[in-house]
């Protein structure tokens, strides 16, 4: 069979739904769907495209959506309209106890996480029916790797909107992949820790969620992921939180992520790989103070692809729209067992690059600050394998 460098040439499958370009969180809101579309331009322009399966992928409908959500959550998803938030009443209140709006007046109504978005439930229903397709395309063993990019929303509760995502991509295809393999694995690079998808699986035997994210005091969501949460239940162990501090380098970062991951594949021999490949863990990100370049970031993808295991690229958070859409072409690349040149194609969204010199790779903070002792990731990985040895016994 073909071969690529690193083992055999993978089967990929690529989700890209263009319903989502044009979807607004508001003028200054910092998520921007746009970046997707960025990502799928930028795609293109390196030729990738030829080289993937692309299907038709029709949107989730209330009943996929509503196998993991709560009815009268999802019932307010599919009727909630911009126009009858603003009329107050009775759907701005149901909207806000549902955290859409957010549930608090004093807040600067401009600065909401979760805002009525026009055209809410089309956009969650393409999102969600990206992750759906793509993990039935490896439920069904067509493809090795499937990729949703404008998935990834992590933070999404059974029954209530958190940071900008509103419904849960991630575990209605997690659900997906457990009618077809036994055991999953969950990895999540984004900066934020993933509360919606830890919490959905805490108690469950057959998925184990892995989270690396900045776990600074306040930082969102709050008081969720550290250390010491490590699952309840059949799900003991099978929770694993790698809280950060600011300014973790890639040196640092594939020290900590190379040696669990590969203890939780050994220990846990999962049947398939869910990874959410959030891009604010880059360096510069406005809301994630980390200094991850794209090849750090893309080092843990190529990782999680070498275990020859069918594999989920989501997509997730990323608020400097160039470098999300660079690393995102990047991973596909990777995904593809290809290396591409790092000057950028002309393109429809070339000027967006003028500021990293048209590069692939921009360059991380030289001299940023690394808040991360030695003494302290130590200590992390230690603690970590040490949780991860209680279910090789
Ligand atoms: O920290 C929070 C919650 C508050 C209340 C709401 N205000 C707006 C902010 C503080 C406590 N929310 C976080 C949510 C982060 C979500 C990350 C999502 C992902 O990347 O993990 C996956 C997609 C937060 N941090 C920064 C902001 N919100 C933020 C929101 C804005 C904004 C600026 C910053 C919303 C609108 C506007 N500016 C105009
Ligand atoms: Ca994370
Ligand atoms: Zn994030």
């Known amino acids: 069979s073909p071969s690529c460098p690193d083992g055999p040439k993978r089967r990929v499958c690529y989700y890209y739904d263009r319903g989502i370009a044009g979807v607004d969180y508001g003028e200054d809101h910092v998520m921007v769907p746009r970046r997707v579309d960025m990502a799928h331009a930028l795609i293109r322009s390196y030729g990738l495209l030829g080289d993937m399966s692309r299907l038709r992928t029709r949107p989730a409908t209330y009943d996929d959506i509503s196998a993991f959500h709560d009815r009268g959550y999802a ?30 007046k004093k807040e600067d109504p401009r600065s909401v996480d979760n805002p009525p978005i026009a055209g809410l439930w089309d956009y969650c229903c393409r999102y969600a029916g990206g992750s759906l397709a793509a993990a039935r395309a490896l439920a069904a063993g067509r493809h090795d790797i499937a990729i949703n990019w404008s998935g990834g929303m992590h933070h999404a509760c059974r029954d209530k909107a958190s940071g900008f995502c509103y419904v849960n991509d ?14 999953v694995v969950y990895v999540d690079i984004d900066v934020h820790h993933g509360d919606g998808v830890e919490t959905a699986f805490v108690d469950s035997g057959r998925v184990m ?37 600011a300014g973790m380098d890639d040196e640092g970062y594939y020290g900590l992520f190379q040696p669990i991951m590969e203890k939780v594949m050994e220990v ?48 997730g958070g990323g608020y400097t ?4 859409a660079a690393c995102w072409c ?21 000027s967006y690059y003028q500021s990293q010199g048209y590069k692939l790779h921009y360059p991380v903070k030289k001299g940023l600050k690394n808040d991360n002792t030695n003494h302290h990731v130590t200590q992390t990985k230690n603690t970590v394998l040490r949780n ?3 279910l090789a016994a």
Request: aromatic letters at 8%; glycine letters at 12%.
């Open 75 to 104: 019932d307010l998803l599919g009727s909630l309209t911009p126009e009858a938030f603003a009329g107050g009443g009775e759907a701005e209140l149901t909207a806000r106890s549902f955290n859409i709006g957010e549930p608090s």
């Open 170 to 183: 991630i575990v209605l295809a997690i659900r997906e992949l457990l009618a077809a393999f036994a055991r």
């Open 209 to 245: 969620t892995v989270s690396f994210h900045q776990g600074t005091t306040d930082f969102f969501p709050k008081g969720r992921g550290k250390l010491q949460d490590v699952g309840v239940g059949e799900g003991l162990y099978r929770a694993v939180n790698v809280p950060l501090h």
């Open 268 to 315: 846990f021999q999962p049947e398939a790989i869910v990874m959410q490949c959030g891009g604010d863990s880059l360096s510069g990100d406005p809301l994630g103070s980390q200094n991850l370049s794209i090849a750090g970031h893309a080092r843990c993808v190529r990782f999680m692809r070498s275990f020859n295991v069918p594999l989920l690229l989501l997509g």
């Open 321 to 324: 729209i160039n470098h999300v």
């Open 330 to 350: 990047y991973e596909t690349a990777v995904a593809l067992g290809k290396e591409i040149d790092d000057d950028i194609p002309q393109h429809c969204y070339d």
């Open 388 to 390: 991860l040895a209680e």
